[in-house]
Nanobody
């Protein structure tokens, strides 16, 4: 069993930056890829970014490429999502996930409960 707890969400203005964190417990953290997803009001959950267990490989959705950066600190069992140049369309609940990264695909196994990011125009 894996426990994932997201933090760092909040209300910001367009153009601002925000960093999300996800603390993991229950599994050997470095053995697994981690990912971030988001769900905007009235929409389905969509993939945002993923990172391999070692941190050497990353994957991004086209909509955030160049603005968001995923990273991890295996000593702290934590994965981060640095979000820059935020847009109102980035408003969503952001979820952390633990799973596997296979080429250009991330498969989530465990999920956190999410943290809300609201970007005002």
């Amino acid at each position: 069993q894996v426990q994932l707890v997201e933090s760092g969400g909040g209300l910001v203005q367009a153009g601002d930056s925000l960093r999300l964190s996800c603390a993991a417990s229950g599994r050997t953290f470095s053995n697994y890829a981690m990912g971030w997803f988001r769900q905007a009001p009235g929409k389905g959950r969509e993939f945002v970014a993923a990172i391999s267990g070692s941190g050497g490989n990353t994957l991004y959705a086209d909509s955030v490429k160049g603005r968001f950066t995923i990273s991890r600190d295996n000593a702290k069992n934590t994965v981060y999502l640095q979000m820059n140049s935020l847009k109102p369309e980035d408003t969503a609940v952001y979820y952390c996930a633990n799973g596997g990264l296979y080429g250009h695909s991330f498969s989530a196994i465990y999920w956190g409960k999410g943290t809300l990011v609201t970007v005002s125009s």
